[in-house]
Structure formats: C-alpha cells, structure tokens
C-alpha cells in the first residue's frame, strides 16, 4: 500500500508540474501572439479594403483559403463592396485575441479572430477578420464585411 501511494504521489507530481508548465507557457506566449496578430490585423486590412484590392488579400491569404475561393470571387465581391461602401475613409483599429490549440492530426494550430470599425465614403462597416499562423507568419483565413448598406 505504501509503495501504491509512493507511485500515486509521483505521478500527482508530475501532472502539477506539466500542468504549471503548459499554463505558464500559455501566460507567456498568449500576450506575444494577441500583440503580434493584432498589429498584422492593424497593418494589412487597411491595404485591402482601401480600395478593394483583390491583389492585396490574396497576397496575404493562407493557402486554407485559396482552397475554397477564387481570385474571381474575391474581384467580384469586391467590385459589390467598392460599389456599395466606396474607398476607406477611416480605420478605427481592430479588436480581438489570439488562440493557442493542439490539435491531435495537425499539431499546434495559432489561430487568431479580430474585429475592425471602419468607415467608407458611402457608410460604415465592421470587418471580421480571421487569421492563422503558419511558420511563425500571421496569413489571412477570412475576411467577412458587415455593413446595413450591403442587404439594401
């Protein structure tokens, strides 16, 4: 019975050890990762909804989306969006975190989800945008346009 608690001791042990050093990992690298995506979210979505520009979002796309969009129907999406909303008069900044997973088949996956205000010549719009992190380089996994001007 001894030597049983001996072992269940040792095993509690290690698992605290392992948990505290996951947690402090996390502690560490989540604010790096929250601050990096933020500033590439801040530097790169102006550069694409300035003017629409199809060539400025595939640049930055992750290959995740160019699975399952085509350069045409980003260009015409963007022709609507430049219709609708015009060029970028305001970029408010962006809101949001990132997140840290492993994932069993694919390893660690860095993932990261902003929110952008931002103000055009004919109204206003919120861009969702959503990113990944591939070889320590922030790449574009989507970018949704919320505006009352597009449903009309």
Known sequence: MKRTLQVLGAILTV???VIG?????FFYVGPQLDASSKAYVDENVPLIVKAWSEE???LRAAPELKEVLTREQVASLFGKFSKTLGNLQRYEGSTGD???AFVLDKGKVITARYRAKTEFERGSAVVNVALIQHDGQWQLLGLH???PLILQ
């Open 15 to 17: 698992l605290v050890v």
């Open 21 to 25: 050093g996951v947690i402090a990992y």
């Open 56 to 58: 400025e979002l595939w």
């Open 98 to 100: 990132a997140t840290l």
């Open 145 to 147: 346009v919320n505006s």
